[in-house]
């Protein structure tokens, strides 16, 4: 895999492709009315509004440029094919905590893609990486910056 690569679920490239929409769609226009009104009011140069919608655009500008490279170099994974007899991006996996014997469950995505609240873990986050490649029933130990930790591999799904 490319370092270029961004590794994406069917569901997240979609996410990014909707923001993408949205950005080019509905925000390009509503920065560029904000940018006409302000102009309206006169001297630009000391005209606040019209810099904050000019730094509006800027962003807003930025961050499409980001999300078409991100989707030029998209390399999706198909969690209909896989294989669950290993962790890879894209499987769910249900750990259990050997110290305290909670049990949780992780999604496995790409960098993009993560978001630890709804148990999205990066396969460069600490765990992600320790998982990866394991199969159900392994144990394994992640350093972390408050210690080390002790999972369990119970299952691993698509």
């Known amino acids: 895999m490319n370092e270029k690569d961004v590794i994406l679920t069917v569901e997240g490239l979609k996410k ?3 923001e993408l929409g949205h950005l080019k769609s509905v925000k390009r226009r509503e920065v560029a009315e904000r940018i006409k ?4 009011f006169g001297d630009i140069s000391e005209n606040s509004e019209y810099e904050d919608a000019k730094n509006e655009q800027a962003f807003i500008e930025g ?5 078409e490279k991100m989707l030029r170099n998209a390399k999706i994974i198909d969690d209909e094919n896989l294989d669950t007899k290993l962790v890879s991006i894209g499987s769910t996996v249900l750990l259990k905590d050997l110290e305290c014997g909670e049990e949780v469950k992780y999604t496995i995505v790409g960098s993009v893609e993560a978001d630890p609240d709804a148990n999205k873990i990066s396969n460069v986050s600490p765990v992600g990486k320790a998982i990866l490649g394991q199969s159900k029933g392994s144990v394994v130990e992640v350093n972390v910056p408050a210690g080390q930790l002790k999972y369990q591999i119970l299952d691993i799904l698509r």
């Open 16 to 18: 990014l492709e909707d």
């Open 37 to 40: 009104q302000a102009i309206e």
């Open 63 to 67: 961050r499409i440029l980001t999300l």
